[in-house]
């Protein structure tokens, strides 16, 4: 008895020492690229998380059109919550885990990976400490009502007075430390090019909009301050002037993910099609393009605001230039597929990558007449515009995030592949998600269009059949991420590399177990499966073949 | 033939390119031409700028700011119905417009100067000519042109942008009679 109790106590103990100081450390501050690839893919699955939790609550609302004016503050906190988690942490977290993978996969390496982590955290830090404020007014936070605490306003429902300011503070601190982690990544693809080297597609779009990055987030921690100094020194806000700011930084931000991604889609696409790109050489121009267009047309966020005539007319032109950009892609990246021999979409990552092409078409379509001023009034501020950029973010963003790290998975991993089981979960998973979303793009583009404003918590009953659909739609296809990512996620957890690997062994600590985690030292999850899987009692068992 | 088809089969990129900046260039001018002539729907419906209220509802304003009548909110002047309103919040969503209701004939012409001095709100009207969507920020009125629809009845505005937890809340009626 007293043996068994020694015994339960050493596996349990085995167990914790997982969470051992010095594996801790590795995973909150890793010394590898690939550990600063993980740590950002992991912050961005977090606040994924949180993005989609929050956007279901604020569907689950939307299914009743006479919400009481009470409803209005924990919906408008849940709406923040949303919109800051996703523009906020998601997206420059993706981002950065993209461009990140992409330098990896080009056999470029980030040198100051404790500043990478360092950054991460205080990112993470920041945007958390603002968001326990309860923050109210929406994530483009105009002014004045972001810095309102009357009886009539309050920007955050936790936080009053001086801690706002605060909490504008924290929120500069969390992008200024994106802003360098991005600056990082261009300074160390510089320093480990590889000589004498172009760089691949991939990295070439990563490290582009690295810069991207590097130059429109200081518009947001800026705008940031600019409330700061407002509630704690009183400097005044000028309404137009914020506004302008926030959407240089505002605009671009919804190509930090995509356009890297779009290096992403040059590299798959060819591999999945088993032919080389259709042009590479007008893939590389056109990073120009959009890396310089994308800096140029943010004040079409404002047509509806009383801005000038020559601006709007500015606008109208770079904002169609740049989707000339992104037509350019679509041709590329489709002339790619209809010429091949076949596309290999039953591949995970085949699959993922088509389903986040045939996305953005359909996404990017709806955008089409946005930049036109005669045509914008009829839909700004409405579902139109909502339908547009969530079927984009539902797919060329999420499907080319999942098709990406779905490839980190196999390539950290030398010999990992998914088994057909899996295969057939993950593909039905994506299935799962892009179908019904893209039937809710559609529809709230729809709504929209008829006149359902965004943001509302009552509305026409006219609209009702609209939202009920679209909040049923988002249920269904959110059980296919989760099953796709899942899938994924389990069959890299419990998969050794190790091919057929039977040990007998009397000890209570099975040899195999500790001569594999001498090979693979510092590598947590190779340790994770065969802990799990050989510290039972001290027996034998198989390790899980997988392939 | 056959050669031209494999020419573009070919540059089929540039070809493409060429197809989406002489579209970017048509649907360019057409604003252009749609702006300087104010026969777009954005200008027609009330592009929030003075410069972009036609030359007739410009004089109106100027002539009602000069001379405000007796109530301070509207006044036909030259045929068409100014209207001075406020949105502004105390507490509760009922009367966020003052006014929050518009009288006006048949095919009227209506100009509105929208003043929003506590946060940014808006005007979202849907007519069954178009759609009238405007932005007011503090301290900057936007001005509003357009003309009342022939069908006799009520017509709801709705305040279009987050101003607060009412925001879905604020409407006001334009009645036709």
């Not at chain 1, 605060?166 to 360098?180: E, F, K, V």
């Not at chain 1, 195999?512 to 994770?528: H, I, P, R, W, Y």
């Not at chain 2, 005007?123 to 900057?140: C, H, S, T, W, Y």
Request: glycine share 8%.
């Amino acid at each position: 008895m007293s043996f068994q109790v020694k015994d339960v106590l050493k596996i349990i103990s085995n167990y914790f020492s997982i969470f051992s100081t010095s594996n801790i450390k590795k995973v909150l501050f890793p010394s590898t690229t690939s550990g600063v690839i993980w740590q950002y893919f992991a912050g961005s699955l977090a606040w994924l998380a949180v993005v989609g939790m929050a956007a279901m609550n604020l569907r689950t609302y939307l299914t009743y059109p006479s919400n009481s004016p009470e409803v209005g503050v924990t919906y408008y906190a849940f709406l923040t919550l949303h919109g800051w988690s996703a523009m906020l942490g998601l997206v420059p977290f993706a981002a950065i885990s993209v461009i990140a993978y992409s330098m990896y996969k080009d056999g470029m390496s980030i040198r100051r990976t404790k500043l990478m982590s360092g950054m991460f955290w205080l990112a993470n830090a920041g945007l958390i400490f603002a968001l326990l404020g309860g923050p109210d007014m929406g994530w483009y936070m105009y002014p004045p009502l972001a810095v309102e605490d009357n009886s009539n306003f309050h920007a955050f429902l936790n936080y009053h007075g001086a801690l706002m300011g605060i909490a504008y503070l924290a929120l500069a601190i969390s992008s200024l430390a994106q802003t360098i982690a991005t600056v990082n990544l261009v300074s160390d693809a510089y320093a480990t090019k590889p000589k004498g080297q172009k760089l691949g597609i991939f990295s070439a779009y990563g490290v582009a909009f690295a810069v991207i990055i590097a130059l429109t987030l200081p518009a947001l921690t800026a705008a940031e301050l600019w409330y700061t100094l407002n509630i704690l020194a009183g400097v005044p806000i000028n309404t137009l002037l914020w506004l302008v700011l926030f959407w240089f930084y505002g605009h671009p931000v919804v190509y930090y993910v995509p356009f890297p991604l779009f290096g992403a889609l040059y590299y798959f696409v060819p591999k999945f099609s088993g032919r080389p790109l259709f042009s590479e050489k007008w893939a590389r121009w056109n990073i120009y393009l959009l890396a310089i267009g994308s800096m140029l047309i943010w004040v079409h966020h404002l047509q509806t605001f009383p801005i000038p005539v020559p601006v709007r007319l500015w606008i109208n032109l770079s904002t169609l230039v740049l989707a000339s950009g992104s037509g350019l892609t679509v041709l590329n990246l489709g002339l790619t597929v209809l010429t091949s021999k076949g596309y290999n979409y039953k591949d995970p990552v085949g699959m993922a990558t088509l389903m986040a092409l045939i996305g953005f078409i359909l996404g990017g379509v709806q955008a089409v007449p946005l930049p036109m001023f005669p045509i914008n009034p009829i839909v700004h501020n409405t579902y139109y515009v909502v339908g547009h950029f969530h079927l984009v973010i539902w797919t060329l963003i999420l499907m080319g995030f999942t098709a990406v790290f779905l490839d980190v998975l196999r390539t950290v991993r030398p010999g990992f592949d998914y088994s057909k089981s899996a295969t057939r979960l993950i593909n039905a998973g994506i299935l799962v998600w892009t179908i019904p979303f893209v039937i809710v793009g559609y529809l709230m583009s729809m709504e929209g269009y008829m006149g359902m404003l965004r943001r509302v918590i009552a509305y026409p009953t006219t609209f009702y059949p609209y939202n009920l659909s679209i909040s049923l739609l988002a249920e269904i296809g959110i059980a296919g991420i989760v099953m796709a990512i899942g899938s994924a996620l389990v069959e890299f957890l419990t998969y050794s590399p190790s091919t057929t690997v039977s040990v007998s062994s009397g000890t209570s600590t099975p040899s195999v177990s500790l001569a594999t985690q001498q090979n693979m030292k510092g590598e947590f999850f190779d340790n994770l499966k065969l802990k799990l899987n050989n510290n039972v009692y001290g027996k034998t068992s198989d390790l899980r073949r997988l392939k | 033939m056959a050669d031209f088809k494999e020419k573009i089969a070919h540059h089929a990129e540039l070809a493409w390119f060429i197809v989406m900046l002489v579209m970017v260039a048509v649907f360019f001018s057409w604003s252009v031409i749609e702006v300087t002539n104010g026969s777009s729907t954005s200008i027609r419906y009330g592009l929030p700028l003075f410069s972009g209220l036609p030359a007739q509802a410009q004089q109106a304003v100027l002539t009602f700011e000069k001379s405000p009548p007796a109530n301070r909110t509207s006044e036909v002047v030259d045929g068409i119905l100014v209207v001075n309103m406020t949105a502004m919040q105390n507490g509760t969503f009922s009367d966020v417009f003052h006014p929050n209701v518009i009288v006006a004939q048949p095919g009227e012409p209506i100009t509105i100067i929208l003043n929003s001095p506590q946060v940014i709100t808006g005007f979202f009207i849907r007519l069954p000519d178009g759609v009238v969507n405007v932005n007011a920020v503090p301290n900057e009125p936007s001005y509003v042109y357009f003309v009342a629809p022939n069908q006799p009845g009520n017509y709801t505005w709705r305040e279009p942008e987050l101003a607060g937890y009412d925001f879905s809340y604020m409407t006001g009626t334009l009645e036709v009679v």
